[in-house]
């Protein structure tokens, strides 16, 4: 099971996500309370550089916006919303992640690996997930929106996803993360992950 941290902002969480070893961690440049300068989330990142996938989170990004964080926060994967891809100049080298949401058209075509999410990032709300469960069936399907501890064992039995994207629910206050709760929320995942479906 795939297993993104998103929204880091403190040495703390950076070293609680590579302690847990997750497989990404994600930096917001976008208007959020975890949003971050692209010189800010390079120092954040520096650590864990080679350990785990250091993800750009954006939405609707300008292309001097994107420029400025490939140049220098050197992002190993660029999140943002399926439709920004059509128009952003990205280099070869650098992946995509593209975010559907809740209620929005799905792209066509269907990109190999979706991160489907609620309206609006990092709220803390559950989407629907018989409507994520269908999707997951046609790619790979990282499921964000409102999972936590308690939900997230249910979830996966539910939507059966290729990952699971966290923030909101693994924080002690806006846009701080707990790393206790980091921990709590990776146990989970792997339990249900290994759990017979």
């Known amino acids: 099971m795939w297993i993104k941290i998103c ?7 950076v070293e609680a996500a590579l302690e847990e070893r997750v497989d990404a961690i994600g930096f917001v440049f976008a208007r959020s309370v975890r949003e971050l300068t692209p010189a800010a989330a390079a120092a954040l990142a520096r ?3 080679g350990r785990v996938s250091c993800v750009a ?3 609707h990004p300008s292309q001097t916006a994107v420029d400025e964080i490939v140049r220098l926060f050197a992002p190993d994967l660029l999140q943002s919303d399926a439709e920004d891809f059509a128009t952003l100049r990205l280099p070869d080298s650098l992946e995509t992640l593209a975010v559907v949401r809740e209620g929005a058209p799905l792209p ?4 190999g690996r979706v991160l489907y999410e609620g309206p609006d990032s990092g ?15 046609h790619t790979q399907l990282v499921l964000a929106g409102g999972l936590n501890e308690a939900n997230v064992s249910r979830s996966i039995a539910q939507v059966q996803p ?4 966290v923030s909101s629910g693994v924080e002690e ?9 980091i921990k709590r929320f990776v146990a989970a995942v792997r339990a249900a992950a290994a759990a017979p479906t």
């Open 7 to 13: 929204g880091i902002t403190t040495p703390a969480a």
């Open 47 to 49: 650590a864990a550089r």
């Open 57 to 59: 989170v954006t939405r």
């Open 108 to 111: 066509a075509p269907l990109p």
């Open 123 to 137: 709220r803390g709300r559950v989407i629907d997930w018989s409507v994520a469960a269908a999707l997951a069936c």
């Open 162 to 165: 290729f990952g699971v994207d």
């Open 173 to 181: 206050r806006p846009g701080m993360k707990s790393p206790a709760a």
